[in-house]
């Protein structure tokens, strides 16, 4: 068996320096001497993913290699570090909450879903239709008031809160005084992550906060083989931890005055 830490939560911004975010995760890989994943979920018309895969993307210090599954990809560099990306989505839906479809091929029609084109119960159920994990995140602001009780009302439901590809996500952003959401104690594994803000120099804070497992890792077939373990459980709990009060209201200023002066 072999350890893994995961980011359960990344977004490989337009903003960030390709080959400082590989650094970071190939740093914290040669510290923990482990394999690391990323999860990449990314939003909509983003294709980041794609992009290293087809090699238009290039990073100037590592290498992106194929795997024989459609949904990851092996970065190797000089020091020959494991880290591992896997392809997947965040989508916005009809409530404006945000739904995780993890392990999705990024030329799967799903990979195409408009923003606020779906209901949250359609899009979890579409997403483990094609067998994906798919999991709610927390949302700075987007778990209080009606949006609250539609994620109350989902993880309610047996079809979500017993199937064990369903998750919720715990992020960053999440400050420490702010209390911990019921839901995580409803069943369903809460897999963190750091879901970075796009503001530059925000690449070195991937892997801050995310989850261990154990698995019998292939590395030609990594997904397939952390699915297994994070299905199973094995060994499963979080590293890292959120950010502090101060930190995060400095940051959500910083993105909030960017997304102002950009439009």
Known sequence: MTTCFVDGHVHLQSVYDLDRFLDRAAHVSKRASAPVFLWFVENWGDRAFAALRDGTWVPSRHRVVATSEVESLRVESAEGEGVFLVSGRQVVTTENLEVLIVGLSPDDELAGVAPRAAAADVLLRRGLAKDALVGLPWGFGKWLGPRGRTVDEVAARPEFRNEPRFFFGDILARCRPWPEPSVF????????????????????????????????????????????????????EPFGGPDGLVATIVNQTRYRLRKRSAS
């Not at 970075?196 to 995310?210: H, K, S």
């Not at 261990?212 to 060994?235: I, N």
């Open 185 to 236: 104690r409803s069943g369903p594994p809460v897999l963190p992550g750091t879901d970075p803000l796009p503001l530059v120099g925000f690449e070195d804070r991937v892997l801050r906060y995310g989850f261990r497992v154990e698995a019998v890792l292939d590395p030609d077939r990594p997904w397939r083989s952390l699915r297994s373990a994070v299905l199973a459980r094995a060994g499963l």
